[in-house]
């Protein structure tokens, strides 16, 4: 699920302090960890910000000078998430095994789990939401990226290929309209993606 968020204005990202201040990172740490555990114990409709706050061991004026409201704290939450799944699709060497995928793809599905509830809360079925289209934007720039390196044809239109099909299909199994177990999903996926990558454009 995606996107960073600025208190004090509507939908921003994380903003208070300079990028390198320690204490606001370990401010954005502690209520991004406690909106974790919350939605670990409630629907996000249900947490407010009281009690995110309480746990987290901050002030309320705090939460407002980091966030604009607790949607913008999920999405910067769920940024990591962004990240990992940029980063497993490209966590391989050499040539990949179109029948293997890497090992922190498994992995990234397997850790999705806990904290499913909330990343369906920001990430459609079909991919959208605040989460997809973070995911689409990143890994459409990595993968057009990588491809323009290796000299492969057609950067730009296979980058979004790929982004659209696994931010897709990441949603859709996130809200069960794909019955697979984590390592079977990381497998199907990395063939799905392993198809688009070797398709003929010309």
């Known amino acids: 699920m995606t996107g960073e968020a600025r208190g004090g204005t509507a939908g921003g990202s994380p903003g208070s302090g300079a990028p390198g201040d320690p204490r606001a990172a370990r401010t954005r740490?502690?209520?991004?960890?406690?909106?974790?555990?919350?939605?670990?114990?409630?629907?996000?409709?249900?947490?407010?910000?009281?009690?995110?706050?309480?746990?987290?061991?901050?002030?309320?004026?705090?939460?407002?000078?980091?966030?604009?409201?607790?949607?913008?704290?999920?999405?910067?939450?769920?940024?990591?998430?962004?990240?990992?799944?940029?980063?497993?699709?490209?966590?391989?060497?050499?040539?990949?095994?179109?029948a293997s995928p890497p090992p922190a793809l498994t992995a990234f599905f397997t850790g999705l789990t806990p904290h499913a509830a909330l990343y369906r809360t920001l990430l459609r079925p079909g991919g959208g939401g605040p989460l997809g289209e973070s995911l689409h934007r990143e890994l459409r720039e990595r993968s057009r990226r990588e491809r323009e390196l290796a000299g492969a044809p057609e950067p730009e239109l296979i980058a979004s290929a790929v982004a659209a099909s696994f931010t897709g299909v990441l949603a859709d199994w996130l809200h069960g309209l794909i019955d697979a177990p984590p390592e079977a999903v990381a497998a199907r996926v990395w063939r799905l993606l392993g198809v688009l990558h070797r398709t003929p454009t010309r």
Not at 37 to 54: K, W
Not at 59 to 88: I, K, P, Q, W
């Open 29 to 98: 740490a502690a209520l991004r960890q406690a909106l974790l555990d919350e939605c670990a114990e409630h629907p996000l409709e249900e947490v407010g910000v009281a009690a995110l706050v309480r746990r987290a061991g901050v002030g309320r004026a705090t939460f407002y000078l980091h966030y604009a409201d607790l949607r913008a704290l999920a999405a910067d939450a769920c940024a990591s998430v962004v990240r990992e799944a940029v980063d497993a699709l490209h966590a391989w060497r050499g040539v990949p095994d179109p």
